[in-house]
């Protein structure tokens, strides 16, 4: 995403908790978060999960909260409970522009700048921010106030899922019954069973992961807690309840 918004013109400078040096080409980019604050205004939050942004914009690097600050808007990029989004617009000035931001495409569409936005928030303040979507991702999906951009991602996450959880266990299921796995996924990307999965599987990092809190698919697990989190608790029942299991259960493909 940096280097896409490198490539457009856009001034841009990091800040993370790994040592600058782990960012290769970008290092001279790196900045700590009292110099972040001081000299940014536009902040992407790329996280992980709650917790990491608590500690981004209040805790541990505080940029919210810093002094002197420059920041006039706040993109949360991550895949968060929509709840929680209504919640951090009431601990952020209204001085600070809040937009949910999150984007879906995996590393592979950061890295050719093909990523999917789906923002929400005030409309004339995406407005404004409609060069730096465009730099990064080749989809802007503008789907209302502030909330609606993480409620949609958090409900494709939903179908992403289940045919993670699918793919994979035909994938195993074949292995069983003797059908070659390059031939299936060429049936399921021709057929009726596409999916994004199946039809990206050898260029896709965590296609062949097993679960671990960690990796992308313990993110993907994350973000089905995020959605029956937005969910009367009646709806979370049944099969959000047992797609999480099977996601939490896959172990690496092909096994041994």
């Known amino acids: 995403m940096a280097r896409a918004l490198i490539r457009a013109g856009f001034d841009v400078a990091g800040l993370d908790v790994l ?3 782990s960012f290769g080409d970008l290092t001279p980019l790196m900045t700590d978060a009292a ?3 001081a000299s940014r205004q536009i902040v992407l939050s790329v996280v992980r999960d709650v917790a990491q942004t608590e500690e981004l914009l209040f805790d541990d690097q505080a940029l919210i909260t810093r002094r002197p600050s420059a920041i006039d808007t706040v993109l949360i990029c991550s895949t968060l409970s929509p709840r929680y989004i209504a919640e951090l617009r009431k601990r952020i000035s209204a001085e600070i522009a809040l937009i949910d931001a999150p984007m879906s495409g995996a590393s592979v569409s950061a890295e050719e700048a093909r990523l999917s936005f789906m923002l929400g928030g ?6 404004r921010l409609r060069p730096l979507f465009a730099a ?6 503008r789907l209302g106030p502030l909330g609606a951009g993480m409620t949609a991602k958090v409900l494709n996450n939903f179908c992403a899922a289940s045919s993670t959880a699918a793919t994979r266990t035909v994938l195993r299921w074949a292995e069983m019954l003797g059908v070659d796995e390059d031939r299936l996924l060429a049936v ?3 057929s009726s069973g596409q999916n994004w999965l199946a039809s990206n599987f050898n260029r896709i990092e965590f296609a062949r992961d097993g679960y671990t809190p960690e990796n992308t698919l313990g993110i993907l697990a994350k973000d089905l807690d995020s959605m029956m989190d937005a969910l009367p608790p009646e709806e979370a029942e049944g099969l959000p309840n047992a797609l999480l299991s099977l996601i ?3 172990k690496p493909w092909p096994p041994g």
Request: aromatic fraction near 4%; glycine fraction near 4%.
């Open 35 to 37: 110099t972040f604050a």
């Open 19 to 21: 040592p600058a040096s």
């Open 136 to 141: 990064m991702g080749d989809k802007v999906h």
């Open 122 to 127: 005030n409309e004339e303040a995406v407005d």
């Open 188 to 190: 399921l990307n021709d």
């Open 248 to 250: 939490r259960d896959l």
